[in-house]
């Protein structure tokens, strides 16, 4: 299983390379990707699906998501350099590109470098981006914020419906 990279843990490593997220999200990206772009585009595209893995969610999401963290990446030089490195890395020494193999050959090979600061820091950003996309959120049942429609309060915090209703105490 890979191991869950904590919150606190992302910040420390963020902070160390200068990086921050307000910058990684509002990075831009080219109009018109060139070779490069759309190869790292299409690695982290199939990062994401390997890392959260939702069966009903459509491929044009992960794309969506993939575009925008290559721009993040992009837009932060100590970052470009590290996913890089570490995709140099991931080949290294292969027969295949990682992105030319099976899904059950890239997910071992991305078992293998799970406490790599190259793995770390794209499933940090990867979810964080990915999460924070109304698609998934709507796959996932969540609503979305609540403090624009007036809170939780009066819309449903205790609408829960697949638990038994509470046995009555008296």
């Not at 060139?34 to 491929?59: S, V």
Request: no cysteine.
């Amino acid at each position: 299983m890979i191991s869950r990279l904590h919150r606190r843990a992302l910040l420390q490593w963020l902070a160390a390379t200068g990086l921050s997220l307000p910058v990684l999200v509002d990075a831009p990206f080219a109009a018109e990707p060139d070779d490069a772009t759309q190869a790292l585009e299409a690695f982290l595209d199939a990062f994401l699906q390997q890392l959260f893995p939702h069966p009903d969610l459509d491929a044009e999401t992960y794309r969506a998501v993939a575009t925008v963290m290559t721009g993040a990446i992009q837009a932060q030089p100590p970052l470009a350099g590290l996913v890089a490195a570490g995709l140099g890395n991931l080949d290294a020494g292969a027969v295949q590109r990682w992105i030319d193999r099976d899904t059950d050959a890239q997910l071992a090979a991305l078992r293998e470098i799970e406490g790599s600061p190259f793995f770390l820091a794209l499933r940090g950003l990867g979810g964080f981006l990915f999460y924070n996309t109304p698609d998934v959120w709507a796959l996932l049942g969540y609503e979305g914020p609540s403090f624009e429609k007036g809170g939780y309060l009066g819309r449903g915090f205790d609408d829960i419906d697949w638990l038994p209703e509470p046995e009555r105490a008296g």
